[in-house]
């Protein structure tokens, strides 16, 4: 069965003849061709696939497309613009809250959702706030670093994008 | 994990519409955040032909209140429920076994109903089908022995929402919607002692809605859990407490437990409390009852010796708390 779906990814408006079974991570990959968001474990556990949906952190793995009728989607790869990495994505780099890198997409936008309401952060926020998203290899002392550094920048005047 | 079936996913706008279009398929199931039924579904558990996906549904997407009442759809999100102002105040513990299902993540779009209707879970159980497989699956699913206890004909598989025994401490009703119409049922009678069959829905029935009467001002509750990473786990053993403290004398008390059972209950026989000091000695004959009460199985990697313990250690700490 199949359904017309209508959205906007990273501000794009797409309508898109899709089947009811595919994952919103699936339809972001393979039909919209973003491939930033990661597909990790495939069961809700890792984070890897985390995107905004109308602001708020979700699953894009365990989130059907279809019923993402009418909502605002964002992603890892709509973050920067004109070639000017995010306070986020500038806070990953300097910190090196990336290593191997697969979980990074994910981390990066459950920590743009909470730089969103909550500018300022402690790290038992951030703690909180990325508490759905794993990560193997830093032991997440850097990409808390990470995203104090980006609320930091924030705070000082530069813009998040 | 496999690909999802081919399947019809509708969305109905009403209650009655998700009804008729469930009633209408050969075989449906109710959808809602869908982080315990689609994971299901990949897993070859099930394959339904279609899907009702319930998060449209306006009068499921309210908490309301009356007085002395409070009504809360079953298609509130987890976190909005952990959020939400009036539940803090008089039911806290709900608020926070809602705040402590999962992660952040899973909360934007986890829902009340779906925490309630939680599928029982078993380490032979949530596995995927190539595991399930190599192990002749489970009595639950497919096979024809438990591997938890062999020799029975019982499954054991334990409920592990949170949010269950937190809305048994205030006599929860739930409101069911089915194809004979609507029907009010206490929140206990929505379970029974079967992992393979928990729930006493019928055919085809949702949970529209979960109602309540605000506790007087005096009764204080929380909920606990423990979990092997704590940031996102399902419970090993969760305890919610509530309890009423006047002069120095427990005046109410009441604990409900999950994950340690095919059902979330209520401790039985904690009358004899009533009117006794709040003291260490009383603290730790609750801990004891609660201990003796939560019969966990191996369904778990950890080993069911421990969850008893720290079910009753949680119920001895969040009573403390308020002496």
Same mark, same amino acid.
């Given at each position: 069965?199949?359904?017309?779906?209508?959205?906007?990814?990273?501000?794009?408006?797409?309508?898109?003849?899709?089947?009811?079974?595919?994952?919103?991570?699936?339809?972001?990959?393979?039909?919209?061709?973003?491939?930033?968001?990661?597909?990790?474990?495939?069961?809700?556990?890792?984070?890897?696939?985390?995107?905004?949906? #109308?602001? *708020?952190?979700?699953? $894009?793995?365990?989130?059907?497309?279809? +019923?993402?009728?009418?909502?605002? =989607? !964002?992603? &890892?790869?709509?973050?920067?613009?004109?070639?000017?990495?995010?306070?986020?994505?500038?806070?990953?780099?300097?910190?090196?809250?990336?290593?191997?890198?697969?979980?990074?997409?994910?981390?990066?936008?459950?920590?743009?959702?909470?730089?969103?309401?909550?500018?300022?952060?402690?790290?038992? #926020?951030? *703690?909180?706030?990325? $508490?759905?998203?794993?990560?193997?290899? +830093?032991?997440?002392?850097?990409? =808390? !670093?990470? &995203?104090?550094?980006?609320?930091?920048?924030?705070?000082?005047?530069?813009?998040?994008? | 994990?496999?690909?999802?079936?081919?399947?019809?996913?509708?969305?109905?706008?009403?209650?009655?519409?998700?009804?008729?279009?469930?009633?209408?398929?050969?075989?449906?199931?109710?959808?809602?955040?869908?982080?315990?039924?689609?994971?299901?579904?990949?897993?070859?558990?099930?394959?339904?032909?279609?899907?009702?996906?319930?998060?449209?549904?306006?009068?499921?997407?309210?908490?309301?209140?009356?007085?002395?009442?409070?009504?809360?759809?079953?298609?509130?999100?987890?976190?909005?429920?952990?959020?939400?102002?009036?539940?803090?105040?008089?039911?806290?513990?709900?608020?926070?076994?809602?705040?402590?299902?999962?992660?952040?993540?899973?909360?934007?779009?986890?829902?009340?109903?779906?925490?309630?209707?939680?599928?029982?879970?078993?380490?032979?159980?949530?596995?995927?089908?190539?595991?399930?497989?190599?192990?002749?699956?489970?009595?639950?699913?497919?096979?024809?022995?438990?591997?938890?206890?062999?020799?029975?004909?019982?499954?054991?598989?334990?409920?592990?929402?949170?949010?269950?025994?937190?809305?048994?401490?205030?006599?929860?009703?739930?409101?069911?919607?089915?194809?004979?119409?609507?029907?009010?049922?206490?929140?206990?009678?929505?379970?029974?002692?079967?992992?393979?069959?928990?729930?006493?829905?019928?055919?085809?029935?949702?949970?529209?809605?979960?109602?309540?009467?605000?506790?007087?001002?005096?009764?204080?509750?929380?909920?606990?859990?423990?979990?092997?990473?704590?940031?996102?786990?399902?419970?090993?053993?969760?305890?919610?407490?509530?309890?009423?403290?006047?002069?120095?004398?427990?005046?109410?008390?009441?604990?409900?437990?999950?994950?340690?059972?095919?059902?979330?209950?209520?401790?039985?026989?904690?009358?004899?409390?009533?009117?006794?000091?709040?003291?260490?000695?009383?603290?730790?004959?609750?801990?004891?009852?609660?201990?003796?009460?939560?019969?966990?199985?191996?369904?778990?990697?950890?080993?069911?010796?421990?969850?008893?313990?720290?079910?009753?250690?949680?119920?001895?700490?969040?009573?403390?708390?308020?002496?």
């Amino acid at each position: 069965m199949k359904t017309v779906l209508s959205l906007t990814v990273n501000g794009v408006a797409h309508d898109d003849v899709i089947p009811d079974n595919m994952l919103l991570v699936d339809y972001l990959r393979e039909k919209t061709g973003l491939t930033g968001t990661k597909i990790g474990c495939d069961g809700g556990e890792c984070g890897a696939c985390t995107v905004l949906i #109308d602001d *708020r952190p979700r699953h $894009a793995c365990l989130t059907l497309a279809a +019923t993402c009728q009418d909502s605002r =989607i !964002e992603t &890892v790869d709509g973050l920067s613009r004109d070639s000017r990495l995010t306070a986020l994505q500038r806070g990953f780099n300097e910190k090196l809250g990336a290593q191997c890198g697969f979980c990074t997409p994910g981390m990066i936008m459950a920590s743009e959702a909470l730089l969103r309401r909550n500018p300022d952060p402690s790290e038992a #926020d951030i *703690r909180d706030a990325l $508490a759905a998203n794993i990560c193997r290899c +830093t032991g997440y002392v850097k990409i =808390i !670093e990470a &995203v104090q550094f980006a609320a930091q920048e924030l705070a000082s005047g530069e813009l998040a994008s | 994990m496999e690909l999802l079936p081919d399947l019809k996913l509708h969305h109905p706008r009403s209650v009655e519409d998700a009804v008729s279009l469930h009633a209408a398929a050969s075989s449906g199931r109710y959808l809602a955040g869908g982080s315990d039924l689609l994971v299901n579904i990949r897993r070859g558990i099930e394959q339904p032909e279609s899907l009702v996906y319930l998060n449209n549904i306006a009068e499921m997407q309210a908490i309301t209140e009356a007085t002395g009442q409070i009504s809360i759809g079953g298609a509130v999100t987890l976190r909005e429920l952990a959020e939400s102002a009036p539940v803090r105040q008089h039911f806290a513990a709900v608020a926070q076994a809602a705040g402590e299902v999962a992660g952040p993540s899973h909360r934007e779009y986890g829902t009340l109903g779906g925490n309630l209707c939680l599928d029982t879970r078993c380490v032979f159980y949530n596995q995927s089908e190539w595991w399930r497989s190599a192990n002749a699956y489970c009595l639950k699913n497919r096979g024809e022995i438990c591997h938890v206890a062999p020799g029975g004909k019982k499954c054991f598989a334990a409920f592990s929402g949170d949010v269950a025994p937190a809305l048994l401490l205030f006599d929860a009703e739930v409101e069911l919607a089915g194809p004979d119409g609507r029907r009010r049922l206490a929140l206990a009678d929505l379970y029974r002692n079967d992992g393979m069959d928990h729930l006493t829905l019928g055919q085809g029935e949702l949970l529209v809605a979960v109602h309540m009467a605000k506790p007087s001002e005096a009764v204080h509750s929380a909920y606990a859990k423990s979990r092997v990473r704590g940031s996102i786990d399902f419970p090993l053993a969760g305890v919610a407490v509530r309890i009423a403290v006047s002069d120095g004398k427990i005046s109410d008390l009441q604990v409900g437990l999950t994950g340690v059972s095919p059902l979330p209950f209520l401790v039985r026989k904690l009358d004899k409390f009533i009117g006794r000091a709040a003291d260490d000695a009383c603290l730790e004959e609750l801990r004891d009852a609660v201990r003796g009460q939560a019969k966990a199985m191996k369904t778990t990697f950890t080993p069911p010796h421990y969850r008893r313990r720290v079910a009753g250690a949680l119920a001895q700490k969040l009573a403390a708390s308020f002496f």
